[in-house]
């Protein structure tokens, strides 16, 4: 017979944290006024956390009269007793926590290393029951789980909960505080709940929060229309103009010309004033052979590759790539199509094809680093660095 004795086990450590007998380290948790000394083991927080074992390692170990030093400012003594006792017992109360104080404690655990926490904070406690912080504070939790890459399981109920209540975000008075590429991240999804107008709307007034410019294009002077065309250049391909409403464009979209790429309001009002035109595009294939190999490599896309010298993305859901492992057996044969429309083609002014991150970039030198399968799926494209014989590009013409 087989017998645990968990919980006498877990009540004894719970005494020698409270007892503090034998201790050999000593931490000062918290800032100014709200510093607090803790009294720790070493040989318990070195077995439960990667971090302390290197904290107390011989060349980071700070020690005074045989016992470690530890210095967490950033570290609230209330924080840090939570995650001591679960280092030591195995218990933890999340219930009497707010959201705040529950994410302070997640970015702890993260840093100390504690890592049975983490999926336990993300999945059982913040996503099941306290989502209202994130709606308290939608920006601030964006930034901070996009700057943690263990949130793996917040980062996404993030994601998936802005992108089906948007409001929850672009209404914020917080999000003019948005940094710029998570704001580009989201505009690149294609479950974003909006329209395309609301999403124009909600980008300029973003744009103009950042440079401090009136939404008033009568009162703009040649450095306010420098400042915001820069700013606004990376988010132009992002935004579907040709799903816009005829009324909308007008009103809404034709009075800021003077920051938007002349070519795409020449193509724009044409589009609404001439009866039954298609979007402009110039449909093109091209091929290349990967040097030393049989290889063949390539794709398709249904747009032209003209743009400015600033670049930018091109939306499409009909662009693939394809490759053969050996040119001549077709069946060899592997193609997808784009998984992420908005990063589906790059024009860059001095750059030959650029589909995702796959790309030429001078001639016969390529490169691709979608090591993830973002943009588009793997059929075969090295994910390096690699050097091609030479590529072909041909225009593909209905008959």
């Not at 000062?28 to 439960?48: D, P, T, W």
């Not at 999945?123 to 700057?147: A, D, K």
């Not at 390539?298 to 394809?322: A, H, N, Q, R, V």
Request: contains cysteine; proline residues 4%.
């Amino acid at each position: 017979m087989f017998s645990n004795f968990w919980a006498e086990l877990s009540n004894d450590y719970e005494k020698l944290l409270e007892t503090e007998i034998g201790y050999d380290v000593i931490i000062y948790a918290g800032e100014e006024l709200n510093v607090k000394e803790i009294h720790a083991h070493s040989n318990i927080l070195c077995i439960r956390s990667k971090y302390f074992s290197a904290a107390f390692s011989t060349e980071w170990a700070e020690k005074k009269d045989g016992k470690f030093i530890l210095k967490k400012p950033n570290i609230s003594p209330y924080i840090f007793n939570i995650i001591l006792r679960f280092i030591y017992c195995g218990n933890i109360e999340l219930k009497s926590l707010q959201g705040p104080d529950v994410l302070k404690l997640l970015i702890a655990v993260d840093e100390l290393g504690v890592q049975q926490l983490i999926s336990h904070i993300q999945e059982y406690y913040l996503i099941e029951h306290q989502t209202e912080f994130l709606y308290q504070n939608p920006t601030g939790i964006l930034e901070i789980v996009y700057q943690h890459e263990t949130f793996t399981d917040l980062w996404n109920f993030c994601l998936n909960t802005i992108c089906e209540e948007p409001k929850i975000l672009f209404d914020s008075d917080k999000f003019i505080n948005l940094k710029a590429p998570l704001l580009e991240l989201l505009l690149k999804r294609d479950d974003l709940n909006m329209n395309e107008i609301e999403v124009w709307e909600g980008l300029l007034k973003w744009c103009f929060a950042q440079q401090h410019v009136e939404n008033n294009p009568t009162k703009w002077n040649k450095d306010d229309i420098t400042k915001i065309k820069g700013l606004l250049s990376r988010f132009i391909p992002l935004i579907g103009f040709y799903n816009i409403e005829p009324t909308d464009f007008f009103y809404k979209i034709y009075i800021y010309k003077d920051i938007l790429p002349q070519e795409l309001i020449y193509d724009l009002l044409e589009f609404h004033i001439v009866p039954n035109i298609e979007p402009k595009s110039r449909a093109t294939i091209w091929v290349a052979r990967i040097q030393g190999s049989k290889q063949l490599i390539g794709g398709y896309s249904p747009l032209d590759w003209e743009e400015d010298e600033e670049g930018g993305w091109k939306t499409t859901t009909d662009s693939f790539i394809y490759s053969f492992a050996d040119g001549k057996i077709i069946s060899t044969a592997k193609f997808g199509y784009v998984k992420n429309p908005k990063s589906a083609i790059y024009c860059f002014y001095d750059q030959g094809p650029h589909m995702g991150f796959l790309y030429c970039k001078s001639n016969n030198d390529w490169r691709n680093y979608d090591s993830k399968a973002n943009c588009y799926p793997n059929v075969g494209i090295p994910i390096s660095d690699f050097t091609v014989d030479h590529y072909e590009v041909f225009q593909v013409i209905k008959n």
